[in-house]
């Protein structure tokens, strides 16, 4: 019997949901007891189900009796535990703040300690810095007062020696009078400082005048001239050594001076609109410089420093006053042709060669010299007068180093460039001329890897010869000139071969054509008497041949023509390097090579041409038999294995590959039409077609290794391509070869992304009258107008078009004339 019900037992008001659910989890259990939401009326409705088990009550009631005892006693135990804890807990904490009370004492403790001693050591820093700047002051007045007594010792010194002419020693000492000038630069407001500055300035100012005037009197390069003045002043030696004492910009100022002097008589024997002054003359004005550069060699190169680089300067500065001169003379248009020009520009070359290399054994040893240090001079305690020579030194310094740097070779000989435009004319007149000789030979070069006309060759050749020629004599704008020069007579060769590819189809133009075109309508005219004994195919070969040598000379010269431009890029001046550009030449001979690949298809097309008119005149409609394969097809295979290795044993493998895949894009396209356009093709026709496509499968897909055995297979993307293209033609047949009532359900099947346009084709062929060919289409799911306009447009579609000239007729053309230049070619 269940119990009766009561209200359910609420739940423990001192514990939450969340406390209860997190004991759970610590504490898991099974017990019924222990479940949260524990019910007891459930529970005994489950212990008691019945009358029956109210036996087991009193077993029960003992059973919970005696766990409550056990509950009670260990909550007990539990209570006491705490209980103790708790008072360890509370006499720990009072241990623990004792303990940090003695220790914050003793940390205030170490603090105060530290403060003193940071303070006690601050004392003594301060006193040991104020002894150590006691003791720097006191170092720097005893180095300032021994310096002082230095400069002042020194500046009497110099006094001396400059009063007595004793140029070395006054070298030396200027030399350490700088040294010291560098240290009291800062103190120059002490009277003291500045009466000793202001006094070997004096001196310096003095020494520089008695030397450059003793310079001045003696150094006149004449066949009396002498040095014989400097032994007044201590020997030349010692005067040079006064000279890089004094600074930079004296020694600039002094070596100046020098060259002038000895250039002085140039511009009096060499007057303009003199007779010396002609370009035909030039070569005395090398002679007279060679004269005074040997003078100065035997006088003057032992005795004046290396380093001043006279020898330099002077052929420097007679470049600059020549180029002024010849200048005048070029501008003013007397001297007329190339010929004086390139005379006076060689002997200019061999001149600068000459002096470049007199002068490079001094430069390498200058060189080798490890490099003068130099003392930072503070310009913000310098007066005027020492400012002014600090920074006049220093633009000295600058022009030194620019002049170790400045080339002799092209100094005067660069004044010729804009004038060079008769030799760069009479350049490109040769290249031309070579070229038109060439060209009318017509012969071919087989001495490479593919044979080209001899007339590229011949073209380089003399382009090679002229680059050569034209960097001996300058390889600034002259040379830039000239490498356009070469871009347009290439360019002019790119167009006239790819006039030997142009149809010359009208003989009234012979009088206005170049040679190459009157060949071609001179080869027209002999054709039309040969035409019924030549073999067609052999005529193919022999224009295919003739493309093949246009296509391999139009690749030859778009290589070299690229070479040639990185050539001209290694030598000509940086400013213009990055304007050589030969890339219209390259462009020019590609569009050649894509024109002759085109004709080299198109010869192949004019060999398959008549096998294909056979086909296309063939009564499909009334067929009967059928045979192994058309009489066509062994014409196709026939003219395929005559012409390809042919043009295979021509062209380069890349070229040879372009070939085979736009030949077969033509081959199936002119198939495909073929089918497309015959007025009807009966079931017996469809089932012959399909096995002369079967038929000619084969040698399309060996197209690109017939004639070589060795070679390696035809590439996968190729026999997919004539795979595809056999499947369209394949479709095409088939569904035309399909019954009527048939015909709509299988062409979606076949032909899924077919169009209401396509279909109405198909029809057409099958030779299904405009009805026909409207129903079907309707029940396709085309609408009647539309169906009716699909069928008519397809109806009228079929009707023979007017007579136009066709691809193969123009094919023909240029293999009438193209194949000129294969006979020129095995002449």
């Known amino acids: 019997m269940a119990a009766p019900a009561t209200d359910p037992p609420r739940k423990l008001p001192s514990m939450s949901d969340q406390q209860q659910q997190n004991l759970a989890d610590v504490l898991p259990s099974e017990d019924p007891l222990d479940a949260t939401d524990f019910d007891p009326v459930a529970y005994l409705n489950v212990l008691f189900p019945n009358e029956r088990s109210l036996p087991s009550l009193e077993p029960r009631i003992e059973d919970a009796a005696e766990q409550v005892s056990q509950l009670d006693l260990e909550i007990s135990k539990a209570v006491h535990a705490q209980a103790e804890a708790g008072a360890r807990a509370t006499k720990d904490i009072a241990t623990a703040r004792e303990a940090m009370a003695e220790l914050c004492t003793r940390v205030a403790s170490i603090k105060t300690k530290a403060s003193e001693s940071e303070n006690l050591v601050r004392e003594i820093c301060a006193d040991i810095k104020d002894l150590d700047r006691a003791k720097r002051n006191l170092q720097r007045t005893i180095t300032a007062l021994k310096r002082l007594h230095m400069l002042h010792a020194a500046s009497a010194q110099l006094k001396d020696a400059v009063a007595q002419k004793r140029y070395g020693e006054a070298a030396n000492l200027l030399d350490a009078i700088g040294h010291l000038e560098t240290y009291f630069a800062p103190f120059g407001n002490v009277p003291r400082v500045a009466s000793l500055s202001q006094d070997v300035e004096q001196v310096r100012s003095r020494l520089k005048q008695e030397v450059f005037g003793a310079f001045e009197k003696?150094?006149?390069?004449?066949?009396?001239?002498?040095?014989?003045?400097?032994?007044?002043?201590?020997?030349?030696?010692?005067?040079?050594?006064?000279?890089?004492?004094?600074?930079?910009?004296?020694?600039?100022?002094?070596?100046?001076?020098?060259?002038?002097?000895?250039?002085?008589?140039?511009?009096?024997?060499?007057?303009?609109?003199?007779?010396?002054?002609?370009?035909?003359?030039?070569?005395?004005?090398?002679?007279?410089?060679?004269?005074?550069?040997?003078?100065?060699?035997?006088?003057?190169?032992?005795?004046?420093?290396?380093?001043?680089?006279?020898?330099?300067?002077?052929?420097?500065?007679?470049?600059?006053?020549?180029?002024?001169?010849?200048?005048?003379?070029?501008?003013?248009?007397?001297?007329?042709?190339?010929?004086?020009?390139?005379?006076?520009?060689?002997?200019?070359?061999?001149?600068?060669?000459?002096?470049?290399?007199?002068?490079?054994?001094?430069?390498?040893?200058?060189?080798?010299?490890?490099?003068?240090?130099?003392?930072?001079?503070?310009?913000?305690?310098?007066?005027?007068?020492?400012?002014?020579?600090?920074?006049?030194?220093?633009?000295?310094?600058?022009?030194?180093?620019?002049?170790?740097?400045?080339?002799?070779?092209?100094?005067?000989?660069?004044?010729?460039?804009?004038?060079?435009?008769?030799?760069?004319?009479?350049?490109?007149?040769?290249?031309?001329?070579?070229?038109?000789?060439?060209?009318?030979?017509?012969?071919?070069?087989?001495?490479?890897?593919?044979?080209?006309?001899?007339?590229?060759?011949?073209?380089?050749?003399?382009?090679?010869?002229?680059?050569?020629?034209?960097?001996?004599?300058?390889?600034?704008?002259?040379?830039?000139?000239?490498?356009?020069?070469?871009?347009?007579?290439?360019?002019?060769?790119?167009?006239?071969?790819?006039?030997?590819?142009?149809?010359?189809?009208?003989?009234?133009?012979?009088?206005?054509?170049?040679?190459?075109?009157?060949?071609?309508?001179?080869?027209?005219?002999?054709?039309?008497?040969?035409?019924?004994?030549?073999?067609?195919?052999?005529?193919?070969?022999?224009?295919?041949?003739?493309?093949?040598?246009?296509?391999?000379?139009?690749?030859?010269?778009?290589?070299?023509?690229?070479?040639?431009?990185?050539?001209?890029?290694?030598?000509?001046?940086?400013?213009?390097?990055?304007?050589?550009?030969?890339?219209?030449?390259?462009?020019?001979?590609?569009?050649?090579?894509?024109?002759?690949?085109?004709?080299?298809?198109?010869?192949?097309?004019?060999?398959?041409?008549?096998?294909?008119?056979?086909?296309?005149?063939?009564?499909?409609?009334?067929?009967?038999?059928?045979?192994?394969?058309?009489?066509?097809?062994?014409?196709?295979?026939?003219?395929?294995?005559?012409?390809?290795?042919?043009?295979?044993?021509?062209?380069?493998?890349?070229?040879?590959?372009?070939?085979?895949?736009?030949?077969?894009?033509?081959?199936?396209?002119?198939?495909?039409?073929?089918?497309?356009?015959?007025?009807?093709?009966?079931?017996?026709?469809?089932?012959?077609?399909?096995l002369d496509l079967h038929s000619l499968k084969p040698a399309l897909l060996a197209l690109p290794t017939m004639g070589d055995e060795s070679s390696p297979p035809a590439p996968a993307a190729y026999n997919k391509f004539i795979l595809s293209e056999s499947a369209k033609v394949e479709t095409l047949l088939k569904l035309v070869g399909t019954p009527t009532d048939a015909l709509v359900e299988r062409f979606k099947i076949m032909w899924p992304d077919g169009s209401e346009k396509d279909l109405a084709r198909v029809c057409a062929v099958k030779g299904m009258k405009r009805a026909e060919i409207a129903f079907t289409l309707e029940t396709f799911g085309a609408d009647a107008a539309t169906a009716r306009s699909a069928a008519e447009e397809q109806v009228r579609s079929q009707s023979p078009p007017p007579a136009a000239a066709s691809s193969n007729d123009l094919s023909e053309r240029l293999r009438l004339g193209v194949s000129s230049l294969s006979t020129f070619g095995r002449s």
């Open 218 to 690: 003696a150094s006149i390069l004449s066949e009396n001239s002498t040095i014989d003045g400097f032994d007044a002043y201590g020997g030349l030696r010692d005067c040079c050594l006064v000279v890089d004492a004094l600074g930079p910009a004296a020694r600039e100022r002094q070596v100046s001076a020098f060259v002038a002097r000895q250039l002085q008589p140039y511009r009096k024997l060499f007057p303009k609109g003199g007779e010396d002054s002609t370009l035909e003359n030039v070569d005395r004005r090398f002679a007279w410089i060679r004269r005074v550069l040997k003078k100065y060699r035997e006088t003057y190169a032992v005795k004046l420093p290396a380093k001043w680089r006279v020898e330099k300067r002077l052929v420097l500065a007679f470049a600059a006053r020549s180029r002024e001169m010849l200048l005048d003379v070029l501008s003013s248009g007397e001297n007329e042709g190339v010929a004086p020009v390139l005379t006076a520009l060689q002997k200019a070359l061999v001149f600068e060669k000459e002096a470049q290399q007199s002068v490079e054994d001094d430069e390498a040893a200058l060189r080798r010299e490890p490099p003068s240090e130099e003392s930072e001079i503070n310009e913000d305690h310098l007066t005027d007068a020492q400012l002014q020579r600090v920074q006049e030194d220093k633009r000295a310094k600058e022009e030194e180093d620019g002049l170790a740097r400045t080339k002799i070779l092209g100094a005067l000989s660069s004044v010729f460039d804009p004038f060079m435009d008769g030799y760069i004319s009479l350049e490109k007149q040769n290249l031309e001329d070579v070229l038109q000789r060439t060209v009318s030979e017509d012969a071919v070069d087989r001495d490479g890897a593919l044979p080209v006309l001899a007339s590229s060759v011949h073209v380089f050749a003399y382009i090679k010869t002229s680059v050569r020629r034209c960097t001996a004599l300058t390889t600034g704008q002259t040379f830039f000139k000239l490498h356009r020069a070469f871009g347009e007579c290439l360019k002019s060769y790119a167009a006239r071969l790819g006039g030997l590819l142009d149809v010359v189809d009208a003989p009234q133009q012979q009088k206005s054509s170049s040679r190459g075109a009157r060949v071609l309508l001179d080869a027209m005219k002999r054709h039309q008497t040969e035409q019924n004994e030549s073999d067609g195919e052999d005529l193919a070969i022999n224009d295919a041949e003739a493309a093949c040598y246009c296509l391999n000379t139009a690749e030859y010269c778009a290589e070299t023509a690229g070479q040639l431009a990185e050539i001209v890029r290694g030598k000509i001046d940086d400013q213009y390097r990055e304007r050589v550009d030969l890339t219209q030449v390259e462009d020019a001979f590609h569009d050649v090579v894509a024109r002759a690949v085109t004709k080299v298809v198109g010869a192949l097309e004019t060999a398959i041409a008549p096998a294909l008119r056979k086909a296309k005149t063939a009564k499909w409609g009334v067929l009967d038999t059928i045979d192994e394969e058309s009489v066509y097809v062994g014409d196709v295979v026939k003219a395929i294995k005559r012409v390809a290795p042919a043009v295979r044993a021509l062209l380069s493998p890349l070229y040879f590959r372009n070939f085979c895949d736009k030949f077969a894009s033509a081959f199936f396209a002119k198939y495909y039409d073929l089918i497309r356009t015959q007025k009807r093709i009966n079931e017996m026709g469809t089932h012959q077609l399909l």
